[in-house]
């Protein structure tokens, strides 16, 4: 098994720091470990204001989408919101819906292509539908930027269509009566770090600012505030940067989903044991989220739009109940893909990727097997569902710290696919069974040589700390140092020496500690979420000494609430080390 090395994330960390302070010792060295002086603007970095978010006119073409917009407005044209399948564009759809009905806008009508039956993007076949329908304006989120075939169909029926997208764009843009995306040429805005249902909000936001300065509409008409639980989990998500306004936003989006007005979401988060106290973007990245995504991955009745939008109480708690069924098969669907995918992998010889291919695979749980296989791996990896005619639908991703680029690696074999698209991290791509072997020798020459001398995996800490410092003062600090994801990720610490009390292994995979804290007799649980089988730490024993990196954390347990560190690596420690201490 590769050992992976442990570097504190700022060279600088720990200097010139006073003993006590406005903050805890301790917090101060994290904020000193992220560049963020103790001495800096410290209440707008804990209390950000969403007076300060940056004008959503700046936005290259903003003002021609709010001119389309504004005009559809006063003839009461027919416009059909059109949002990509994921959770970014289903909170991007659902906000807009939300957000334009305030407004007062009466002819909305949505749509979303299905993830297994259609796939991604915006479809020349549904334009075409679209427009015989009557709707004279397409709205899109989350998706368009390279929908050339689509604009084309949209402009031969007199359709007009207004882009709002985040993915990066090619060379030639769609032609559309407005592309707003923060990620092309020629934006000046700052703001490429917002995601689809980010860039329909900052859409909202000028909209309403347009409608109320022409006295189209009263000024409190429109609560944008009410709309940041979709931004929220949209932002979340898509693991898109929670920096500037993202972080801003989602900060205060965190307070709005725990009390949201939406039925759907609200019935969910009770019956997860949410209710009643604060949500953190671990909460919804790790325990909701997979929940509403699961929805669209099987496509087994209800969607996730379902969830959003639904309007009866009664109703919306039947559908959680689906929404858990659901999320159920889909666990247990994961769960053997990634079992067989494991045994595949014993055979497997090339030591800079993986690919793997099946027809036990569902296409629903490809990615999420693809990010397992790549996490224990630590290398690119394409997890692929075979079909009856011959057809591998699948899903790449990279692990965590990877400086490769899936696209690059698509690039190599391009001729050998019949699509491939997205980020540079998580991708996903079509071929047919026949150009596998193909396939595999493109990427394995071009990663062979890209291939550097090998190095090992990194985790970079914020600092070290002692167990008697992870008190619950501390982590109310925490608490309010966040949101936290990409960009802006959980404190990682590097926990000084300490003894085992007791071992026990979760479903032959998890592996929990007791840690003693000093002196104290008081202990700490430490989680090891599927620690590898030949992990030396599956043999630790009671009076072992161990240095743990890892995440503090709340528990909560019938009612209680306690710590506990989520460890990410940990190493062997002696007691003579912990003395020195």
Known sequence: MRKAQWLPRSESQGLGLPAEGRFPFLIQKILQSRGIEPSGDLENFFNPKLTQLKDPFSLLNMDKAVARLKEAFLKNEKICIYGDFDLD???????????????????????????????????????????????????????????MDACEVAKAKSVDVVITDHHQPADELPEAVAIVNPNQKGDTSGCGYLCGAGVGFYLLRALARELTDSQLIQPDQVKLKSLLDCFTIATVTDMVPLVEDNRTLVKQGLIELQKTERQGLRALIKSLGFGGRSLSSQDLAIRIAPKINALSRMELGVRPIDLYLVEDELEAEQMVETVLDNNNTRVQLQGSGEQEAFEMLKDWQEPDFVFLASKSFHRGVVGLIATKVASETHKPTFVGSLSEDGIVTGSARLPNGSESSLIEIFQSGKEFFDRFGGHEAAAGFELQE?????????????????KSAPRPRTHYYDTEARLEELTEGFMKWVDHLGPFGQGFEVPLLKLQAAK??????????????????????????????????????????????????GEVQWNYFTGTRSLQVLIKDLRPASESLARSL
């Open 89 to 147: 564009g289903t909170s991007g759809l659902a906000l807009l819906k939300s957000g334009l009905e305030q407004m007062g806008y009466k002819e909305l009508q949505y749509y979303q292509p299905k993830r297994l039956t259609e796939g991604y993007g915006l479809h020349a076949k549904v334009v075409e539908e679209l427009a015989n329908q009557g709707v004279q304006l397409i709205l899109t989120v989350d998706l368009g930027i390279t929908a």
């Open 434 to 450: 026949r150009n596998i072997p193909q396939v595999i020798k493109s990427f394995k020459d071009y990663l062979a040589s890209e």
């Open 500 to 549: 085992v009390s007791q071992r026990m292994l979760l479903k032959e995979q998890h592996l929990k500690l007791k840690l003693e804290i000093g002196q104290t007799g008081k202990v700490i649980d430490a989680l090891y979420f599927s620690c590898p089988s030949e992990h030396w730490a599956r043999d630790l024993k009671k009076g072992d000494w161990v240095e743990v990196l």
